[in-house]
């Protein structure tokens, strides 16, 4: 579906569950239902490219954490929003010798953001004592990689304006150990799917409700047109959820 509505996302790898192949979308579509905002996929800026899972933005808004390219440079404001930090990320990539970049951070940044223990419990993650010594796990140049951290670091002291624009979560990089996570852009989520009303009741073409059917969380569109707040889906399945079940119990009440 990703390559029907929003081929230039097609080839990302899928950080989300592998079970969210729009089923719902295409049963419903089958007997009329609209749909709505279907090329709002939604990209993930950072996935470990191993596990495939997705690597909070916590990280980057919280932590602190740094993108590096293969030769240990930065390349990007870090806490740019998902869609445009994603395209410039692929742009990096697609401009070297490997898939993905590194996500780096310090020791008070992994402590600053709980999840970030199970990356490092599993595997996720390597990390060294030194930035050269991280650098090497990597598998990037040790000098550069370090130079580049350092001249972050000075130019936070000296408040200096960073030459990316990043303003915030501006955290100097200096308490070892030191960790680096392999990543590149994922899918997330998508954005689109079944056109509802206030009802959770999911509408056909001309805008009428479908007898007896209703639509919940992820499948549903037009919730959060082209933005997404953190968070929201979550409560769009919850809120929508219990719109739907005591509108269900309306409908065949009434009847």
Known sequence: MVYKYKPEYADLIVS???????????????????????????PTPTAEINSKRLI????????????????GQ??????????????????????????YVFEVFDEKGKESVPICQTYVDGGLTVQADTLEGLAEELGIDPDSFAKTVREYNQAIKE?????????????????????GIKVKPGHLATRGGLKINEKAQVLDLSDNPIPGLYAAGEVTGGVFGGGYIGGGFLAEATVLGRIA???????????
């Open 16 to 42: 989300c569950s592998i079970g969210a192949t729009g089923d719902g979308i295409i049963m419903a579509e089958a007997i009329g239902a609209a749909t709505v905002d279907m090329d709002r996929v939604m």
């Open 56 to 71: 909070t933005a916590g990280m980057r808004n919280t932590a602190g954490a740094i993108l590096v390219n293969e030769f």
């Open 74 to 99: 930065r390349f990007v404001d870090e806490t740019l929003l998902y869609e445009p930090l994603s395209i410039a990320i692929t742009e990096e990539v697609a401009e070297g010798t490997l898939e």
């Open 159 to 179: 408040g200096k304006p960073d030459p990316f624009g990043k303003t915030k979560a501006r955290n100097p990089i200096e308490t070892p150990p030191f960790y």
């Open 245 to 255: 079940g005591a509108q269900s119990a309306i409908d065949v009440l009434s009847q």
